[in-house]
C-alpha cells in the first residue's frame, strides 16, 4: 500500500525556494495557503531520505526510535509593528523598525530580580508581513500601531496582546483600560540637520569650549603683527569631527593635530585649528548670540554645549555647567522653550569665576526626551544601558482602535526577547534552536517556515519490512507536535499512523492536540493489533498560567475531553502533567486541579515532569520568566544550577500530587523510590529493561505508581500505572 502526497486547492503560489533546508538533498516545494490561521507561514515540502530515528546511547529516555514528520510548530503566534515605529538604537538614538536590520545593536530589557533595566542587544532577525492593523492610543498622545498579535509589557499585568476576547477562541490576555505600559512613552522627534541647526550647534560647543581670539605682538624688526587662532581640542572624535564637518561646509577649513598624547592616566586630546583671520572672522560671526533663535538654532545649541560642557552621571543626574552667566541665562532659556524643568547649582562660589550646573528634572523620561530632542554627537554621554525602567509615565491605555485596513508591517528578533518601540516594551518571538539545524534562522522560521514529510508515509513502510528491522516500539511527538494545526490538511500523521496499523508496529503518539481524536478509529485497531498508547500534556489547568506559558497552544479543558473520549474507546491514555513550573503551577491546589480532572477522564497514567531547562531551552525560557514573572528569576537561578531541578524539588511535586489523586505512593528507606514511582512501561505492557533489545533507563523525572484492574476505567481521584509515556514533552 502507498500512500500518495495528497495536493490541495487554493494555493497563492508554488516555487523553488532561495533557502534549501541543509538536511534536505532537493530543494523543496514551497506552499502557502489562502487561509487565516496559516497567513503568513510557509510549507517546505522536502522528501526525507529516512524517517525512523534512533535515540542516542545514553539518552535516559523509555524508547529507542522515533519519528517526526513536520519540523517547527505553528502553535506560536507572529508579532509586528508598522515600519515607521522608532526603536531605539544602542547609541542612544532611533530608526525606523522598517529600517532595521540583522546585526544591528539595539535596547532590550533584563530583570535583575527587583527592575526592568535597559540593555544593549543584537538584532537576530527582520522580517515584513501584510496584517490588519490597529491603533493603540496611551494616556501621554503616544499612538503604536500594530497588529492584533502584538505584545507590549504592562506594568503590573504582564504581557498583552494588542486584541482578544474573554471568551471564546480567541479568548488571550490582551490591552483594556485598565492596562498601563511600562516605558518612557512617545520618543520625540529628533531635529532636522539644517542651517539654523548647524549654527547652534557651533555656536555651543565653540562658546563652550574652544579658544579662539586675536593677539598683537612686535616682530624682531620693530613692526607689529596680529596673531589669529581658533583651537578646538577634545577627546571625543565624534563631536570633533562633527564640528570639523560643520565648518568645511561652511567654507571655514580647519587642520586636525594631535593636541595631547595619551598617557597612562590621560586620554589622547585631538584638536581642529585655523590661523587665518578670515577664519577666525567667519566663527565669530557665527557664535554671535542671535536675536530671536529659532527652535532650530536652539536644538543645535543645545546639543552643542551638552557636548561641550555636559554630563550624565551613573546616578542619572543630567547638568550642563558653565562659569559665563550668558552663556548659561542661553542654556535656561533654550531649556524652557521645549518645556524642561531645570534647578540651578552654584559650586566653587569663592573662585573668582564661580561654576554653575544647570540639572535637568524629571527623570530618565526626560532626560530622553533631551537627547531625542537636541540629538548630541558624544555616543558615552548619552548611555542609558543599566537605567531602570520606571511606572511613573502617563501610558495608561485610552484605546484600541481598528484601522479597518492591512498594511505592510515589520518586526525583529532580539537576543533579549523584546525591544523598545516608541518608548513602551515590545516582544519579538523567540525560536526553537533545532530548527537551525536545517539552515533556517533561530528567530521567526520556527514557527512560519514549516517543514513537511511529504514522503514520510512511504519512506517509514520501506524502512518497516526491511528484515533488519525488529518491530520495536516509535514514539511520536517527541520533538514537534504530530498533530498541529498543519496536519488538518497534510493528514501525514493519520498516514503514518496506517503504516504502523499495516506492519503491527506498536506505537505511541504525545500531543497538546485533541485533533488526534481525528484518527480514533486508528488508534483502535492499532490497540487491538499492535499495541498502541497516546499521551497528552497537560500542564496545568489554571487560565492565566496557561494563557502566559502556552497561548498558541489548544485549551488544557479540550485536552481532557480528548482524555475522556480516548478511554471511552479503550485506548491507552497517559497524561504527563508537563511541564510543572516551579513557583507558578506547582501550588497544590493547581496540582490537584489538573490531577482530579485528568483521573476522572480516566487516564491510565498521570506522571507530573518538573521543567528541565536543557541547553537551548534555558536561553528561550528565562527570558520569557523575566517578563512574565520577574519575582522568580533569582530562584530559578539557584534551582537550575543544571538542567534539572533539584530531586527534593521533583519529590515534592510527586508528593503532592500522589496526595492529590487520594494514594499515598510507595516507598524505600523511608522516601520516594523513583524507580517504584517512575518506572515506565511499554505499550505492550513490558516494563522497559525486561527484553534483552531494551535498555533499562534511569528516569530523569518522577511518575505515579497508581495500579488499575485491566480494562476498568478507574474511579475519580485514582490514576493507573504508567504506561510508556516517558517521552520529554515539549518544553515551553
Known amino acids: 500500500m502507498v500512500t500518495v502526497m495528497v495536493t490541495f486547492s487554493g494555493l497563492r503560489g508554488q516555487e523553488r525556494p532561495d533557502l534549501t533546508p541543509t538536511l534536505f538533498d532537493v530543494p523543496p516545494v514551497v506552499r502557502t495557503f489562502d487561509t487565516p490561521e496559516f497567513n503568513g507561514v510557509t510549507f517546505y515540502e522536502v522528501e526525507a531520505k529516512s524517517l525512523l530515528n534512533r535515540v542516542p546511547a545514553g539518552e535516559r529516555f523509555p524508547f529507542r526510535w522515533t519519528v517526526n514528520v513536520y519540523r517547527g510548530c505553528g502553535h506560536a503566534c507572529r ?158 572624535a565624534e563631536a570633533l569631527q562633527r564640528t570639523r564637518g560643520y565648518l568645511t561646509d561652511l567654507g571655514i577649513p580647519t587642520t586636525e593635530r594631535v593636541f595631547q598624547v595619551a598617557t597612562a592616566t590621560r586620554k589622547q586630546l585631538d584638536a581642529i585649528s585655523s590661523g587665518s583671520r578670515a577664519g577666525l572672522s567667519a566663527i565669530m560671526e557665527l557664535v554671535a548670540w542671535p536675536t530671536e533663535p529659532s527652535a532650530d538654532w536652539c536644538k543645535g545649541f543645545l546639543a552643542g554645549i551638552f557636548d561641550a560642557e555636559g554630563s550624565y552621571d551613573d546616578n542619572g543626574a543630567l547638568r550642563i555647567c558653565n562659569t559665563d552667566q550668558a552663556i548659561v541665562d ?94 513602551v516594551v515590545s516582544h519579538n518571538c523567540f525560536a526553537r534552536p533545532s530548527h537551525t539545524w536545517l539552515g533556517f534562522d533561530a528567530g521567526r522560521d520556527f514557527e512560519t517556515r514549516i517543514v513537511v514529510k511529504v514522503n514520510a508515509p512511504e519512506i517509514l513502510r520501506h524502512e518497516l519490512k ?93 485536552r481532557v475531553a480528548a482524555v475522556r473520549e480516548l478511554r471511552a474507546a479503550g485506548i491507552p491514555c497517559g497524561v504527563l502533567v508537563a511541564p510543572v513550573l516551579p513557583g507558578i503551577s506547582d501550588h497544590p491546589d493547581q496540582l490537584k486541579a489538573v490531577v482530579e480532572a485528568v483521573a476522572e477522564a480516566g487516564a491510565t497514567s498521570i506522571t507530573p515532569i518538573t521543567l528541565h531547562l536543557r541547553p537551548g531551552v534555558r536561553e528561550e525560557f528565562m527570558p520569557w520568566l523575566e517578563r512574565e514573572h520577574p519575582g522568580l528569576v533569582g530562584r530559578y537561578r539557584r534551582l537550575y544550577r543544571s538542567s534539572n531541578a533539584p530531586p527534593a524539588v521533583r519529590e515534592r511535586i510527586a508528593r503532592q500530587a500522589r496526595a492529590a489523586a487520594g494514594r499515598p505512593g510507595p516507598r524505600a528507606r523511608g522516601r520516594l523510590a523513583p524507580e517504584e514511582a517512575g518506572g515506565s512501561r511499554a505499550p505492550d505492557g513490558r516494563r522497559i529493561g525486561d527484553s534483552g533489545s531494551d535498555p533499562a533507563p534511569t528516569p530523569q523525572q518522577l511518575g505515579l505508581d497508581l495500579q488499575l484492574q485491566p480494562g476498568r476505567r478507574p474511579p475519580r481521584g485514582v490514576g493507573a500505572r504508567r504506561e510508556g509515556p516517558g517521552h520529554q514533552p515539549p518544553q515551553l
Open 466 to 558: 526491511r528484515p533488519s528491522w525488529r518491530g520495536e516500539h516509535v514514539a511520536m511527538g517527541t520533538n514537534t507536535d504530530p498533530y498541529q494545526r498543519c496536519e488538518g490538511r497534510y493528514r501525514l500523521t493519520r498516514a503514518v499512523l496506517e503504516a504502523f496499523r499495516d506492519f503491527r508496529n506498536p506505537c505511541s503518539v504525545l500531543t497538546k492536540s485533541p485533533l488526534l481524536l481525528r484518527d480514533l478509529d486508528l488508534m483502535v485497531e492499532l490497540d487491538r493489533t499492535a499495541g498502541f498508547s497516546a499521551n497528552l500534556s497537560i500542564g496545568t489547568l489554571d487560565e492565566d498560567v496557561w494563557r502566559r506559558s502556552e497561548p498558541g497552544t489548544p485549551h488544557p479543558r479540550a
Open 330 to 423: 542661553r542654556i535656561t532659556s533654550c531649556l524652557r522653550r521645549f518645556g524642561f524643568s531645570f534647578v540651578i547649582e552654584e559650586r566653587r562660589r569663592s573662585s573668582a569665576k564661580p561654576v554653575t550646573y544647570v540639572r535637568l528634572l524629571g527623570g530618565f523620561r526626560e532626560h530622553l526626551r533631551f537627547f531625542h530632542t537636541v540629538d548630541p554627537a558624544i555616543t558615552r554621554k548619552r548611555r542609558i544601558a543599566g537605567r531602570a525602567i520606571k511606572h511613573d509615565a502617563p501610558l495608561r491605555v485610552v484605546a484600541v482602535e481598528p484601522l479597518g485596513i492591512e498594511v505592510l508591517m515589520f518586526d525583529i528578533t532580539t537576543g533579549t526577547s523584546d525591544f523598545i518601540a516608541d518608548g
Open 79 to 236: 508579532y509586528c509593528q508598522s515600519g515607521d515605529t522608532p526603536i531605539l538604537m544602542a547609541d542612544g538614538r532611533t530608526r525606523p523598525l522598517a529600517e532595521v536590520r540583522v546585526g544591528d545593536a539595539v535596547f532590550g530589557t533584563l530583570f535583575d530580580g527587583k527592575y526592568r533595566r535597559y540593555t544593549i542587544t543584537q538584532v537576530l532577525a527582520h522580517w515584513s508581513t501584510v496584517k490588519r492593523a490597529y491603533r493603540v492610543t496611551l494616556e501621554d498622545g503616544t499612538t503604536l500601531v500594530a497588529s492584533g498579535d502584538h505584545r507590549f509589557l504592562t506594568a503590573t499585568r504582564g504581557w498583552r496582546h494588542v486584541t482578544g476576547s474573554e471568551q471564546g477562541r480567541d479568548r488571550r490576555p490582551h490591552l483594556t483600560p485598565s492596562d498601563k505600559l511600562l516605558g518612557t512613552g512617545q520618543f520625540a522627534a529628533p531635529p532636522k540637520d539644517g542651517p539654523e541647526y548647524r549654527r547652534g550647534y557651533l555656536c555651543g560647543m565653540i562658546r563652550g569650549d574652544a579658544h579662539l581670539g586675536s593677539r598683537t605682538y612686535r616682530r624682531p624688526n620693530g613692526t607689529q603683527a596680529t596673531f589669529h587662532t581658533f583651537r578646538f581640542a577634545l577627546v571625543d
